[in-house]
């Protein structure tokens, strides 16, 4: 198998056939004999997440719909056999899966979907909005993985949103310059030792109850240098979904500097749930918003003011290979 591609080259991982799922399914099972999966993960080019829901729902007896994503318009001639065959559990990343409920809420479609499997990206509010409103039953259950690891963590409909259970028999140590995970083989998918997963993982608190809880904050290359000044993508991105009227949000680097993840400046594009004619006094709200949240924007800003831009975007740029939004583009 070998990773997306999201954000650099694709890494080999070898894998044995069933993907360590029995000893998996032992700790963590979302489906039975019951569910019917439609797998929106993309297939193709040794891209892991497709083939580990087939293996899921083979050991789990289950019927499955290996379809990958949709686009809006093609669900309508669609809907018919995702009913006929019983559809009532969902696979995919949190922008194909929100997608999916949007297009559902669009053409008023009703699907009875119980359960979501999610993995390959954090939730946003906007994205667990649309998938509470198209699918009012349904509970989420998460996988922390990579393909050069396989899967580490898991969550269940009890967990606090993007909160994650390191699986048993894995060790998690938090280091700055990232996360190192080892785990024996003893059934799981291959035996880890000390590897850099490059994320920046830290313990955290489950309202379910249960220990060994982590979050992923994002990956160790997400900061922004901007004029020397250096700013965490997610910080920056949850300031700006927090201003009311903004649905979601991603950065844009533009300007040749030696390393890519330095700017001359910055782009913060998002999306918005109000009509166009809002857009610019809404991005003068975002930019307000980012220039008392840090210390530094302020006076980068009086020096260099052309070093931030706010942009009101139909919608955010995504990876063609894996349908993810990632937080930082590089133009
Ligand atoms: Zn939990």
Redesign the pocket.
Known sequence: MSSGGTTGAPKLSWLPYDLGLERQCQEWNPLDASSVLLNLFNPGRLWGSHYYMQELARISRSVVLPTGPFEQSEIPNWIEIFLRAGVNTLAGNPTTLADFAESCLVHKLNLPITKIIWMAEPWTPQKLESIAMAFPETSLWGNYGAVETWVMGT??P???PN???LLPEHIVECHDSGALISRKSNGWAIPLLRYNLGDRVVPSQ?????GR?IRVLGRIGDTVSLRSAIFRAEEILEIVRSVSGVSDAQIVLSGKTEKNTSASSITICFTTFYESRHAQLLGETVRRQLVTSFVHMASILTKYPDALHVKCVDNLIRVDRTNKTPMIIHR
């Open positions: 969550s269940t009890k967990c606090t909160v994650l259970h489950c309202k379910c109850g249960r809880a």
